[in-house]
């Protein structure tokens, strides 16, 4: 019998959260193709703030004209984007107030989405918060995979080259087991990265033992045979999320998966410190893991 772990990745709901700014016009239709490629159900989600009311034209906060409005522009936007008529029928507009990543938790958590696909450019990211309040606390908050997508016009969703930085924590193969699942859908190449903290500074330099090496070569080998998952490796030491993204630049990769820091959590891991300013500074799309998050 097959389990998830084992299923080729194919989401059944997908929330796509928007302000109709140009960054998430980008993710809303590679979110809509994704969809109609997996018959997935999609909630397309507007949350409104106190300042929505000039933004949206609104002059009484929430009102019904406001929310119509919204609705309206969302409605004209999802004609622009060409999906199937069997992708339109479960489509599902949703315009609600109050702090965005609140008000995104709680549909995820009442509508089971099993991923979220978010711009990490717009009003809702980069340009209003300069990435650091609601695109970050979406990734950070959310239970659910988030697809943090870098806008690109006429760009798609197939991840031909996957980088998984492992740090051999006990989230490394919620990772591996995910990236497996994206292989068997799109024929990815997968390289697991594991970077070594470099502890030299100016006035002491600390030779890596090579059987440190050989130790973490041991480690990842001992992990893709767990997942049963056939993936190149690369080791190497620096300062963890530089070289992470030195390594997705210098192999093209397309896609990035990694798990996020949980705070709440005592014991969060290497990656889950550094995943902040990976997701920042990526140089392409990052898929993001919650450490609650179960396959």
Do not use: W
């Not at 479960?90 to 958590?109: Q, Y």
């Amino acid at each position: 019998m097959t389990t998830a772990k084992e299923e080729p990745f194919h989401p059944k709901r997908i929330l796509l959260p928007t302000d109709l700014s140009e960054g998430n016009l980008i993710a809303l239709k590679i979110g809509l193709r994704i969809a109609d490629q997996y018959h997935s159900q999609v909630d397309v989600v507007t949350v409104l703030e106190e300042s929505d009311n000039n933004i949206y034209g609104g002059t009484d906060h929430y009102n019904k004209e406001l929310v119509d409005k919204v609705r309206e522009k969302i409605t004209q936007a999802l004609k622009q984007i060409n999906v199937s008529d069997t992708l339109k029928k479960n489509i599902h507009i949703s315009i609600r107030k109050g702090r965005p990543s609140k008000e995104i938790n709680h549909v995820v958590h009442n509508n089971f989405n099993d991923l979220i696909v978010i711009a990490t450019h717009g009003r809702i990211g980069l340009e209003k918060f300069q990435y650091g309040s609601c695109t970050e606390e979406i990734i950070k908050t959310s239970k659910t995979p988030v697809l943090a997508l870098k806008p690109k016009v006429g760009k798609i969703f197939s991840p031909q080259h996957i980088l998984v930085p492992v740090d051999f924590s006990s989230r490394d193969f919620h990772a591996l087991y995910f990236a497996k699942r994206l292989k068997k859908v799109f024929n990815s190449k997968i390289t697991v990265l594991h970077v070594i903290p470099d502890f030299s500074t100016a006035m002491l330099t600390v030779q890596l033992p090579r059987t440190h090496l050989t130790h973490s070569e041991k480690q990842i080998k001992k992990a893709l045979s767990t997942v049963e998952l056939e993936a190149e490796h690369l080791i190497c030491e620096g300062q963890p999320s530089e070289e992470i993204l030195k390594k997705a630049a210098e192999l093209q990769s397309d896609l990035i998966l990694i798990p996020i820091r949980d705070k709440s959590s005592a014991f969060t891991g290497l990656l889950g410190m550094v995943s902040d300013k990976v997701v920042r500074k990526a140089p392409c799309d990052v898929l993001t893991l919650h450490p609650d998050f179960y396959l």
